[in-house]
Every structure is written in structure tokens, then in C-alpha cells.
């Protein structure tokens, strides 16, 4: 089957502006995660949706950060008035979700996103 | 404090030859999962193996063989017979089942590169 898509694959863009990236899970999968990877911090966790419930927000390095998940599907993690700092390749995963983070995290290309 | 730690930062081995890539973990959980990736140069993360810490028994698959140890608190990955393909850059990473932490900790990752 399908795995984890991604896109855009690359995003170029001016500091200041905001961007969208967007996560298409495996189906079925009810756990869906975003981590940033980058040159100095390797992967960092971001946020974590599980079917209806409340995110796990807590990776999220600062308020311009943002993600939904509709219909317990497709997720779009949105970064406001991008940073030069925010240049990284965004790893969206997912899983069954059936034993929290302890299931296999399936990931996908990744989004490179670099700003100017 | 690091929850994974890969000492090896690169490794290069001339084809055919055995490595052995080291992984480190800290928990005070008693119930977690250990799990290794691949990343080869085109981006993606790909599972290899996920092992609970009730299962010390050692895996092996092909060329691939893990041993866990809990003594010792590592979870090390050894390739047999090292082929090209193998270039990649390999995480570790730890997932608690008790501590209400839904992400994966990843360790900052071994590149290696089998030289043909």
C-alpha cells in the first residue's frame, strides 16, 4: 500500500512569510506525528494528533508553529513569519496508534524547506 | 539529559566487511520500545526492527543482527558482510510506554559509508 506522502518535496521561501507543508498518513493510521530535522539539532518531536483527542503540543518550538489534522487524516503543520532558524527538512510519520509512541512510526520523505 | 546516544559519529568500511554501529539509552521507564532507522541519501526513514525491553533475545535478519542488552542499557546493530547500499546514516531511538511521552527520542545518528 501507500506510504506517508509529503508535499511540497522542497519549499524556498523569504524570511517573514508564512508556509504551509502537508502530511498524507498511511491509511488507517490514527497517530500521526511531525519532527524537524536539522544540521544542529537533529530530529526534534513537534506534535503528535491521535484520532479525536486533544494534540500533543509540546514540541512545538514556538507560536508561530501551528498544525491541524482534518478528519483524522491529512495534516498541514503551518509555520507563521518564517525565521532563517526554521530551515529544516520536516519529517511527518505515522502509526497505528494503537500503543501510543511504543507502535512503529512510519515516516515520510520529508518536506526541505529553506528560507532566504 | 541525551536519552539516546550514538558515540559513532561516522564509520567508513571497505565492502564485505563486518561494522557494528552502537546505540546507548537512558529510561528510567521499565516498559519501552528501542527501534532503528535508515536514512540513506535520498531522505526517508526507513523502520528496520523495534524490540520491547522484556525480549533480550538477539534478531537477526539477513545480513542485519541486533543485540540488546539491558545490562548495559544498548541496543547495538551489526551489518555482516557490508555492501554499498549500506551508505546511510542509522538512528536509534527510544519510545516510553510509561511516561506519557508520545514521541520517539532519536539519538544524533551514525553516517556510514562502505567503500567499495
Known amino acids: 500500500g501507500a506510504g506517508v506522502s509529503q508535499s511540497p518535496s522542497n519549499k524556498v521561501t523569504e524570511k517573514g512569510k508564512d508556509v504551509e507543508l502537508r502530511c498524507d498518513p498511511i491509511s488507517g493510521h490514527t497517530a500521526l506525528y511531525w519532527y524537524r530535522q536539522s544540521l544542529g539539532q537533529g530530529l526534534e518531536f513537534l506534535i503528535y494528533f491521535q484520532g479525536n483527542s486533544a494534540p500533543d503540543k509540546s514540541g512545538l518550538p514556538s507560536d508561530r508553529f501551528s498544525a491541524e489534522r482534518t478528519g483524522g487524516s491529512v495534516s498541514t503543520l503551518t509555520i507563521q513569519r518564517t525565521q532563517q532558524e526554521d530551515s529544516a527538512v520536516y519529517l511527518c510519520?505515522?502509526?497505528?496508534?494503537?500503543?501510543?509512541?511504543?507502535?512503529?512510526?512510519?515516516f515520510g520523505p520529508g518536506t526541505r524547506l529553506t528560507v532566504l | 539529559a541525551q536519552k539516546v546516544t550514538q558515540a559513532q559519529t561516522e564509520i567508513s568500511v571497505v565492502e564485505k566487511e563486518d561494522v557494528t554501529l552502537d546505540c546507548v539509552y537512558e529510561t528510567r521507564d521499565t516498559t519501552y520500545y528501542l527501534f532503528w532507522y535508515k536514512q540513506p541519501p535520498s531522505g526517508e526513514l526507513v523502520f528496520l526492527i523495534r524490540r520491547n525491553s522484556f525480549d533480550e533475545q538477539n534478531e537477526i535478519s539477513g545480513r542485519y543482527s541486533w543485540n540488546f542488552q539491558k545490562s548495559t542499557s544498548s541496543f547495538n546493530f551489526t551489518i555482516t558482510a557490508s555492501q554499498v547500499v549500506d551508505s546511510a546514516v542509522y538512528f536509534c531511538a527510544l519510545s516510553e510506554a510509561g511516561t506519557g511521552a508520545n514521541n520517539l527520542f532519536f539519538g544524533t545518528g551514525t553516517r556510514l559509508t562502505v567503500i567499495p
Open positions: 510519520a505515522s502509526s497505528l496508534g494503537t500503543r501510543g509512541a511504543t507502535d512503529t512510526q512510519y
